[in-house]
């Protein structure tokens, strides 16, 4: 891009983000220069939004900017680490000042709150695309992983799933929000939106886990999806309660309504992505640690881990006492979306 | 993407790089962790290839996969720093199976050369584009800057700045291989093919240049932009020597035998880019420890830094000895393909 397009650039993003001490040096030469602090280990995570993949065409700046950081917010809460550095690297069709000065916006507010400085990345001229990789830190050895998992533990995620898949859903469907619909639906699926817009990374609770979670993963596509590959990475199966997936007021509401049907419902909550929220375990013996963290935030218990009896057996199975919600519809719900047909009724 | 085509490119990408003890925690979980050295700056850098905008459509797959590497390890050689640790983010349009075997040859033989590990990254579905995050270190406070640069430094540059951009050209125009040109023309060309297409990130000199050098940039937009952006940095203006700058076998071939015109390759070496060579400055006072690098590699002393008389004023000149260099056509030269028209003579 021409000189004059990259101070244009410079301008919106050398300020974006935290001052913070220990960066050395910053944006503006070869490489950024940053001190770890003593006796932590570094964790480094990578995510790339790519327009019409990721998010829709014409998505508002100040969401793709803040989804740019908190998707790898998410990836840093999941390691139950404490973020601190970003690199930013935009591929843009044109400079677009308002544009990037809403991304900016957007992406700033967020790096902010979590105080996270942005020291470095790049701009080049290309389909409009986001890249952002972020550095944090854990105590050595003290880092979350998905493989930790045990036979007994608790199986846990934190928010409501399926809220941001059906956002998603509102934004592509034009006449959901310019149908003559009852206020208190509008403002329901305006909610949900929300969730899909500015997602939640859960960095708090990252760190709080870490002291009691044994296994961790961030839920971006699909609650179902991620707890089987934490399963995985842990050699362990589960059992998921479907009576007790978490649910929005907002989703509740829809439901009320008939906007949204009960399976369409736990469709989006099993296989939906775009949440951000985190699904871990917890061994028993933590109950009470988790008490305290379900008093102060919203976590739900849904389900547990068993022991995986054949390798080549699914790791997932589902319960539910709803007569409503054993039937034929389900079981093909849980094959055809989520890819999973094994029940434990 | 499918798991199918994830377990694909897993399979190219969980093997490639170097194995490094200080990876705990490699490609596979939310994020990588990993050991940083006691008492080291890390230094971080990123940098973006777009298919057509910074290689041609239809490049060779492992030269894409090396230069999406070694345009980073230019950066960390710039700051004088040992790398470590590499995150990718790849986007695809489609999985190419044959593509990505390739691909991930050429970044892996790189990347062992330089004992750097994958540690992670994403791959997504859209226009193919490459983003490569590489980390390392230097010990704490000795990075290299642009900014250290004093009135009385000499200047130099590793290699021979141009071959990069006469390379592409070559690329770029289907019948300077196919019109039956002498053998060692053909074979000029194709050597400066090869400096595009797999050029030489100068760690070892990076390395080497850290107790030596003042200042130091990596040369991948242009020789002389390049060096202008290291004398803002340093708040001083040079006088380049242009019958100083190194020229390669292959390019003085070309000269003589026709096919590139004299002002034409000073063009291509003051502002061709894609290099990827070291532009630095060195105290007088250190030019024995100069002569003894100069006697291992390819290094030359193109000119020297000078006060900054006047901060509105060009930071660059130049000068030649040469009759023909200093007429009307160089100075228009130097005024629109280099951007600068400043004559020190």
């Not at 199975?317 to 890819?339: C, I, Q, W």
């Amino acid at each position: 891009m021409p000189l004059g397009e990259f101070a244009l650039i410079d301008r919106y993003f050398r300020a974006a983000g935290a001052p913070r001490v220990d960066v050395v040096l910053g944006v503006g030469d070869d490489g950024a220069v940053l001190r770890p602090p003593p006796g932590c280990d570094l964790i480094a995570v990578s995510d790339t939004l790519v327009e019409g993949v990721h998010f829709p065409v014409g998505s508002p700046a100040a969401s793709v900017g803040h989804r740019a950081l908190a998707v790898n917010l998410s990836d840093i809460a999941a390691m139950g680490a404490t973020p601190a550095w970003a690199l930013l690297a935009l591929t843009l069709p044109q400079v677009d000042e308002a544009w990037l000065e809403e991304f900016a916006r957007g992406f700033s507010a967020l790096a902010r709150a979590h105080e996270v400085a942005l020291v470095g990345g790049d701009t080049t001229r290309g389909p409009l695309m986001i890249n952002v990789q972020v550095m944090g830190f854990v105590p050595q050895g003290q880092g979350l992983r998905r493989s930790g998992a045990r036979p007994g533990d608790l199986l846990c995620v934190s928010g409501t799933p399926g809220d941001a898949a059906a956002g998603l859903r509102c934004l592509q469907t034009t006449d959901l929000l310019d149908a003559p619909a009852d206020q208190s639906i509008r403002e329901a699926w305006r909610a949900l939106q929300q969730r899909f817009e500015y997602p939640t990374p859960r960095v708090d609770l990252g760190l709080r886990l870490s002291a009691i979670a044994s296994a961790c993963i961030d839920v971006s596509d699909g609650l179902a999806g991620d707890i089987d590959k934490m399963l995985a990475a842990s050699l362990c199966a589960a059992i998921i309660d479907l009576d007790a997936l978490p649910r929005s007021a907002a989703m509740s509401s829809l439901i009320e309504a008939g906007a949204i049907s009960e399976l369409d419902a736990l469709r989006l909550a099993l296989a939906g992505g775009d949440d951000y929220e985190l699904a871990f375990c917890v061994p028993t013996s933590r109950r009470s640690a988790l008490d305290e963290l379900m008093r102060e935030g919203a976590i739900g218990v849904i389900g547990e881990v068993v022991e995986l009896k054949d390798s080549a057996a699914p790791r997932l199975s589902f319960r539910s006492g709803r007569k409503a919600l054993t039937d034929v519809a389900l079981a093909d719900l849980l094959k055809t979306a989520v890819g999973f047909d094994h029940f434990a009724v």
